[in-house]
């Protein structure tokens, strides 16, 4: 199997900006306090709705494997149905944000805060108000299960649009203008067509990540209302209630199967498809065998059938003139300074509003004590997060440049820790709860491995592309002058994979963070074993539909991990690709 | 007006506002009128804005002052009527060769029969038969670049512009390329009226054009019009053809010079002057190829350039710098190196570096400026910042590291100063 390079989803994110220089720019700040705003004024619609439902019809009671193919089903298709969603939002919002220059700072900040804020915490605050919406009935638990999963997968696809907009070589859009095409037809055939085979990339990592996220999504339970959707996610969940464990077995069989199919059947076809979006190729690279499925569908003829009335319809709407918005009448600088001043007004007056409001809630319902509390449990997720990765780092680094440097053994190994990146921790709780109840261990220190349980792969497979990467020159200078052992691994190994094992490390790093929640909480039948710190506390006051102490936990944690990439990861990741990363 | 022209360029200007305010000038008062069957070239250093008068006529870029009538008509906005072909090819790697020339007829509202009609009839006229289902991927440069032309030819432009087209391809591909091109249009068989080709290559000029405009640098102005009245199937070895070629060298060195003493004389001199990213192989290179058989210090341009295989762009930065170092001069068209400039070409590394660090300290006042500052400073050392903020009055963020960047690269060479690149910190220790 040949993966694509592990375009980093990070470096969307991280990549230089206008903003480079500084750590933190007004955008930021903005769009910080817009995103408490927005969670605040969630946290008091939920509290003020009446909770609408007890219990749904259609809740699984039964742990017969033979619902699962039905049970998968529905997990998959609400992942499909988010992908969609996540594609639609892809579409508009990153390329208003690559299009406009005035919206497009605040639009990236917001987006950068929004993948800072974790992903049960969306589900906490927002799942009442999506039952609301059609009280008593399936059709708001499905919108609420499939916002969760859209948030798990939207933002970094976002990102990765972004940037190819913001990267697309400027002939070749000289050349779309010069010979006429519409920016309805730019965007189409030059600018989505370049940005895909990153988008494929990123649209792969967030199917993982919506798998991680499937039991919670699921089987939601904030306060009194409980809603569980029939799906893998709430099978699993019935399981762990229930203490059952071939239930357990046959999810992760059923799991296993359907990532294999996904696979198979939609993202190696696609990856494969995707190769002739690539800028860079040259003929006689060495191009694999397209996968089965593409060859089927590439030589049938339905396909092209199917598709045809489609393509129609494109070719049409790329002859039709734009429509008059898109040659704006020249502005009058006096004409643009008074617009520009009314676009900061009305950003500093919401940002205010956001600011007061976030105070009055807060103020009212958090002592300064329990803020100091919550800040110290911040920091123990912290440093937990810290310390699992310098660990995981200290295996797999090794590992990843002993298995990168052997292709065969790259072969097997690449995909391997692909899957378990998708994998969800949720399904080993069973396992690591027995464990420390058997063994009467500190939950505090060793409920903490479950936290990268599923992360840590993103370190190893990242390692391995890095070491597969490096040139043959290289390996050729070190046989050749004798470098050896410590040497080896000093001069030539490490910096060789650093920047691939920065863009693992930071992708690890954020999905701890967003795994805690999970994590430091970990149940096995009526055995709750919980370990203190910030992911605990909102999957506590989750349980308990407490939200002030859900959007506390939200705005700090949001807080915290936006600040740790500023400080740390951003400085770092810069310095890599600067020093290390070879042309 | 004259009945037949097709494109009139009066006073244009482009600029771009300073980050300090105030504006920096890329085209100064650039005029130029095209008839049609006719073949311009603008001929000049990178740097000197043909490209972007060349985006200015497309509709790609708005001027900031005068205006270009096409037809009679204001440009605002790409009209119909005018293609271009691009330096880089600029195709789209997803789409075949057929669906590549065929995408400036689609944005048209041309049948699909007709367009079909049409394509096939430019992948033929241009050689391309045989590749219509090939992804560019497949092709080579040159295959490339005609899949460029047919894509421009199938609208049928009025104006053909070219950006540099062959720059990008190997020798004999060029050639082949151009010879095919002039032939065809000989021929009258392509379906356009004029064309103006962007070029920094002063043969591929003599060989194609019937007028070929000479661009300055810093701002682009058009400091001479040379016209070609040689019949075409034009020849290289034609005599006259070699003294065409002499002349546009004596004229673009002329003109830089005439420059040249200006920004000594006027306000822009001292550390407002551009340094051109030259490295010290070059200019040892050609100093001992200027001083050696059969040049005896003493070649012309032309020659050296065919004999290093160098083109204008690249040879005449490192010209200037040794005459700006005063180890040669430029004089209408041949290259003459000083006696300094003779010593150094016998000189051994220990003498060159000597004999280049003071040259340095002499003739380029930024140079001083550095060494002065790390001297009064008592760390000897300065960041890099410092510097370039001094040097962003006087030109735009990248000319100024550009400029910093090659004197760094000179200092290193002549152990004037030395540079982290990690800490951005210039000082005036080397590592022991």
Redesign the interface.
Known sequence: MRLLPPVSVEWNRLAPSRWSGTWLSPWDIAAALLVVGFVVLFALVSRNLVSPLASLPAEPSSLDPRLLPEYALRTSLRMLIAMGVSLLFTFTYATWAAKSPRMGPLLIALLDILQSVPILGFISITVVFFLSLTPGRMFGAELAAVFAIFTSQAWNMAFSFYQSLRTV?D??T??G??????AW?RFW??ET?FAMPSLIWNMMMSMSGGWFFVVAAEAISVGHTTIALPGIGSYIALAITERDMDAILWAIGAMLVVILIYDQLLFRPLVAWAR????D???GDDEPAPPWALLVLRRSKLMDRLALPFQTAM?WS??QKPPALA?PLPQGPSRRIASDVLWYGLLAVAAAAALWQGWLFFGHEISWHELQEVLLLAFFTFLRVAVLIALASAVWTPIGIYVGLRPRLTAIVQPIAQFLAAFPANLLFPVAVSLIVAFQLNPDIWLSPLMILGTQWYILFNVIAGASAIPRDFRDVAAGFQVRGLQWWRRIALPAVFPYYITGAITASGGSWNASIVAEIANWGDRTLEARGLGAYIADATTKGDYAHIALGIVVMAVVVTLVNRAFWRPLFRYAER?YRLA | MRENTVLDVRHLRRAFPRPGGGELLVLDDVNLTLHKGEIVGLLGRSGSGKSTLL?LI???AEPQGGEITYLGQKID??P?G???V?????L???LTVFENVQ??L????IPAKEARARTLAAIDLIGLDGYESA?P??LSGGMRQRVGFA?AMV?NPNILLMDEPFSALDVLTAENLRTDFLELWAEGQLPIQCVILVTHNIEEAVLMCDRVLLFSTNPGRVTGEIRIDLPHPRNRNDPRFGDLVDRIYVEMTAGRIARAEQQRAGLRAGIGMLLPRVSSNLISGLLETVAAEPFNGTADLPDIASDLQMEIDELFPVAETLELLRFARLEGGDIVLTEAGKRFAEAELDERKRMFRRRLLVHVPLAVLISRVLDERETHSAPKRRFLDELEDHMTPDAAEDTLRALIGWARFGELFAYDD?TGMLSLENPS
Do not use: D, N
């Not at chain 1, 203008?177 to 519409?182: A, E, I, M, T």
């Not at chain 1, 002739?276 to 800028?279: A, K, L, T, V």
């Open positions: 070589p002939e070749l000289e050349a203008r010069v010979f006429g095409l519409s037809a055939r030059i067509p002739r979006f690539r800028i190729q040259q003929e070719r790329y002859r040659t020093k | 985006r497309s509709g790609l906005g790409p119909a005018i293609a271009m691009f330096q880089g090819f600029a789209l790697p997803w995408l400036g689609e944005a048209q509202h992804y991927r497949e894509r609208v990690e």
